[in-house]
């Protein structure tokens, strides 16, 4: 057993462990950790404490996979309703779907019985239009949001601060090797706007008999490069968790053009086995790592490439 999540998981990796050691299903122990991570308003970047789009709406992206069967589900730009990861999970049970957007995935979400609700808190409103306040002029102020937003998406998006996520990769007492993610996105992004989180192969995937790999950063290169699902596809074609991972970091080394930033990766194989690297993200970035020796999940650090 193993259980690998970034450092925004603090305050639902001790549930996810617990969930593990009790031998529960994996993937439900992921989306129960996560759901705790939307919840908690000081996470910054997913659920309640993420920040809104460009309008000042909260948009949440999720997905999951279960590696057993390769079955996924996902929602993105999902208004008003958390934990987006346990829609997405439904998304992936009940329907023959894998990935709901919008008004659909916003019906799907009441329709299985959560309430809609406030998801922008006071604070990132308050954020978001100081920001505005910064980029637009007096009289473009005034005619907001009647006006176009192209211009705005590359000036406002503040770059580090809001481009991160929440991903749980988990390996439970059956073998069984799952994913899960969630994400406000990039605060200010242009509405409508799909990261890497819900996209399977991209910002994650899993296979029980390999491994699993989730991305946070900026989800614009990881979609271009298949960068969960290449790590994977390496194990199956032989490479040993270190080297699939440093193929897709060389794949995304190698992008020309298009919007390029920092990506961090994480991955598990079905030895137990676990890497962490920092892509050009700026400082240090942590991780959190539970194995059932270990009295409680650990706080570790990435591996930093440049
Ligand atoms: N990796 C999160 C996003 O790009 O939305």
Not at 41 to 48: E, I, K
């Given at each position: 057993m193993i259980l690998l999540a970034n450092s925004e998981a603090w305050p639902g990796i001790n549930q996810s462990a617990e969930a593990l050691a009790r031998g529960e299903n994996g993937l439900d122990a992921l989306v129960e950790g996560i759901s705790r991570v939307e919840r908690?308003?000081?996470?910054?970047?997913?659920?309640?404490?993420g920040w809104p789009n460009m309008l000042g709406v909260m948009e949440f992206d999720a997905g999951v996979m279960d590696g057993n069967t390769r079955e996924t589900g996902a929602v993105g730009?999902?208004?008003?309703?958390?934990p987006a990861a346990q829609v997405a999970r439904e998304v992936m049970r009940r329907l023959p779907h894998t990935l709901l957007t919008g008004d659909g995935a916003r019906r799907f979400a009441l329709e299985i019985g959560l309430k809609p609700e406030e998801t922008l808190i006071e604070d990132s409103r308050k954020v978001w239009w100081e920001r505005l306040e910064k980029e637009l002029s007096p009289e473009d102020l005034k005619r907001f949001p009647e006006l176009p937003l192209a211009s705005l998406s590359r000036s406002v998006?503040?770059?580090?601060?809001?481009?991160d996520t929440t991903v749980f990769l988990g390996q439970d007492k059956a073998g069984g090797i799952h994913s899960a993610t969630s994400t406000s996105g990039?605060?200010?992004?242009?509405?409508g706007r799909l990261g890497d989180s819900p996209i399977a192969g991209a910002g994650f995937y899993a296979d029980s008999r390999y491994g699993a790999a989730a991305c946070t950063h900026t989800g614009e290169m990881t979609v271009r490069c298949g960068t969960a699902r290449t790590v994977v596809l390496a194990m199956k074609l032989g490479y040993s968790l270190a080297d699939a991972v440093k193929l897709a970091i060389d794949e995304l080394a190698e992008l020309k053009g298009g919007f390029l930033a920092g990506v961090v990766l994480h991955a598990i194989d079905a030895h137990g086995n676990h890497e962490v690297v920092n892509f050009r993200c700026p400082g240090e970035i942590a991780y959190w790592i539970w194995q059932p020796s270990m009295s409680a999940p650990e706080r570790h650090m990435a591996k930093i490439i440049k």
């Open positions: 908690e308003v000081t996470v910054r970047s997913v659920g309640y404490g730009a999902l208004r008003d309703v958390i998006t503040d770059p580090e601060r809001v481009r990039w605060a200010w992004k242009y509405p």
